[in-house]
């Protein structure tokens, strides 16, 4: 059997948001796993709580942390990024277009505990998915509208992919996975649910969508750690050539 081998972490967060660590610390913990690459995305402003504080200036702060640790040229390089949120039924996200692109990695998250675009599309999409999140209550209408926003969110930014989809969150999944494939977006298996999302890769396989597995690791020590993504994509047999983070040898 061929030797599969991570060269990269594409989401993991720092104290800029939820995280316990350091942009330097995250480096060292991707150091320690061999990766050549590791992505900082924390999370963009509408997470509640948590979210990136005037993301112009915060996010030039950490673009000069992350080339500090560059020009040492020491392994992994370094990638800005952020966990952008969609905030509105139409696929709108939390950061700026004209940000996004100075951005080396867009992830694009449906999480239900963010601040709306408008009123409207806190009633009648975030908070639902907050109410369903605890209920076995199950609505068509809140899913269609959950996948068209994601849907349109794939089609309107430049998202290299969509994080945990289906994390608590009704969807489409064959119809977000064919928006992404058309916009050649791949789609994440989160290595903090990977007991929950496997019933999501299994139904956006047929499309051959892409993957890139992540740790979204909260603390240093979980950088890299991307085992248990590598393992149920084992377990479903989705051809490894498929995972973008993944190389052989
Ligand atoms: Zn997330
Ligand atoms: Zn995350």
Redesign the pocket.
């Given at each position: 059997m061929a030797n599969w081998s991570f060269f990269a972490d594409w989401?993991t967060?720092t104290c800029y948001s939820d995280g316990k660590g350091s942009i330097a610390a995250n480096a060292r913990a991707g150091q320690v796993r061999s990766l050549q690459q590791v992505a900082i995305?924390d999370?963009a402003p509408a997470s509640l709580g948590v979210g990136l504080k005037q993301p112009e200036v915060t996010l030039q702060q950490m673009r000069t942390e992350i080339e500090a640790w560059n020009k040492t040229e020491v392994t992994p390089q370094l990638l800005l990024g952020a966990?952008t949120n969609i905030i509105s039924q139409q696929g709108d996200l939390d950061l700026p277009k004209r940000l996004l692109k100075d951005l080396d990695v867009v992830?694009a998250?449906l999480h239900p505990l963010v601040k709306p675009l408008t009123l409207k599309d806190g009633v009648s999409m975030l908070l639902p998915n907050l109410v369903q999140r605890y209920t076995p209550l199950r609505s068509r209408k809140l899913r269609n509208i959950n996948t068209k926003a994601m849907v349109e969110a794939v089609y309107r930014y430049p998202i290299d992919f969509v994080?945990h989809p289906g994390l608590w969150i009704d969807i489409d999944t064959l119809e977000l996975a064919n928006a992404c494939v058309r916009r050649g977006t791949a789609l994440e298996i989160?290595c903090r649910h990977t007991d929950i999302l496997a019933g999501y890769v299994q139904a956006a396989m047929p499309t051959g969508v892409d993957f890139v597995i992540s740790s979204?690791a909260?603390e240093p020590s979980l950088v890299g750690d991307l085992d248990a993504g590598l393992e149920l994509a084992r377990r479903l047999q989705l051809p490894l050539e498929r995972i973008r983070n993944l190389m052989k040898g």
């Open positions: 989401h967060h995305t999370h966990e992830i998250s994080a989160n979204d909260h």
